[in-house]
């Protein structure tokens, strides 16, 4: 409680932690004494005070542990750097084809070295590193169960890890940037993320935890049925999938594939790009109603396409609205990303950050 909340207002005296929290003053020191040695606390400063002694100022020191998160793409490697606030401090891009080959394999871990010595990150202080790739990883995070987009099935942590030399994570992306969004919402308890790339993912977070399903293949929802009339091909084999309807690329393609000239022409009022984004957003709607009906908690709209959701959060509320049966309003329980961009990344360093405040 005590760290939460020097974490929230960052610098405090003991006397007000005792008010504030209703903790004793013994409890209150000897906690602040142990998160002092940790290093995560600084108690050298004072507070300045008119009249008596000045107080000790009790510091959140956010960059005494960091985490390293990469994101793994089609064509593009991006890692970043956390802080203990999940604040992210740095972003490090690399325009490289996937391929599970040792060249690319060593660019991760150069990427991760770059890192590091930009910041003069101390080994004791590097909590971990995050690998976020676009396929499913087993529970363990051993293993991609199914990589069918980049086809990279059966690929292995130790292959991925291979040129790093600290702790490392394998994870599925769009899980990794589920919980980087429901911890920057921690009050929001149940959580659908929707993530809208170049393909789509989807997670569900109830509490802390995140639900797997029983064969670790829930929150799918880019393969979920949103046109059962002569449905388009989706790469699963199926036909009328979302995926095929509201991946980033649908809407890139119409603007030679950069997604920020597609939403300069929204905001410019084209007619024909605000056809093209409201087909869309018809499709998205049944989506997240569907979400909403299923499992009645708020939903986040995040990736590439999320990004750009205050562009059209407003229409999208009334398509979904329009689906909805109880008369609720999506404006409510429709939530943008808190992370506008790379919250993959930052999501798969996040869980280190996670763990370390916990355990603490
Ligand atoms: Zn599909």
Redesign the pocket.
């Known amino acids: 409680m005590i760290l939460e909340y020097l974490r929230k207002r960052h610098t405090l005296s003991r006397t007000e932690i005792v008010y504030d929290l209703h903790i004793s003053f013994p409890t209150v020191i000897q906690n602040l004494q142990y998160l002092t040695e940790l290093g995560v606390v600084d108690d050298s400063k004072r507070i300045s005070n008119t009249g008596g002694r000045n107080a000790v100022a009790y510091t959140f020191l956010q960059n005494a542990k960091l985490a390293i998160g990469v994101d793994v793409a089609e064509f593009r490697i991006k890692a970043v750097l956390v802080n203990l606030t999940g604040e992210v401090i740095d972003i490090i891009r690399r325009d490289k084809r996937f391929c599970m080959e040792e060249d690319y394999l060593r660019e991760i871990g150069r990427v991760v070295d770059e890192m590091v010595t930009k910041h003069q990150i101390l080994a004791d202080n590097l909590l971990g590193v995050g690998i976020a790739v676009p396929g499913i990883v087993d529970e363990a995070g051993e293993y991609v169960v199914y990589g069918g987009t980049l086809n990279f099935t059966g690929a292995t942590k130790e292959q991925f890890t291979k040129y790093i030399r600290y702790p490392s994570r394998l994870l599925h992306d769009v899980y990794a940037a589920g919980c980087a969004e429901a911890w920057g919402n921690p009050e929001d308890d149940n959580v659908f993320y929707i993530m809208l790339n170049n393909t789509i993912g989807g997670s569900f977070r109830t509490g802390d935890s995140l639900y797997v399903g029983d064969t670790g293949k829930s929150g799918e929802i880019?393969?979920t049925t949103v046109e059962t009339h002569d449905g388009k091909v989706?790469?699963?084999?199926?036909r009328g999938?979302?995926?095929?309807y509201c991946n980033a690329v649908q809407l890139a393609k119409h603007t030679d594939g950069r997604l920020d000239v597609f939403f300069d022409e929204i905001r410019k009022g084209n007619p024909t790009m605000e056809k093209i984004l409201d087909e869309y957003l018809r499709y998205l709607a049944v989506a997240v109603n569907n979400v909403r009906l299923l499992f009645n908690c708020k939903i986040v709209v995040g990736g590439y396409v999320g990004a750009y959701m205050d562009l059209y959060k407003e229409k999208l509320t009334g398509h979904v609205n329009e689906l909805n049966p109880f008369g609720e309003d999506a404006a409510e329980y429709l939530l943008s990303c808190k992370y506008k961009v790379e919250s993959t990344a930052a999501g798969a360093a996040i869980v280190f950050i996670d763990e370390y405040l916990y355990n603490i």
């Open positions: 880019g393969h989706c790469y699963c084999g199926r999938c979302l995926e095929v």
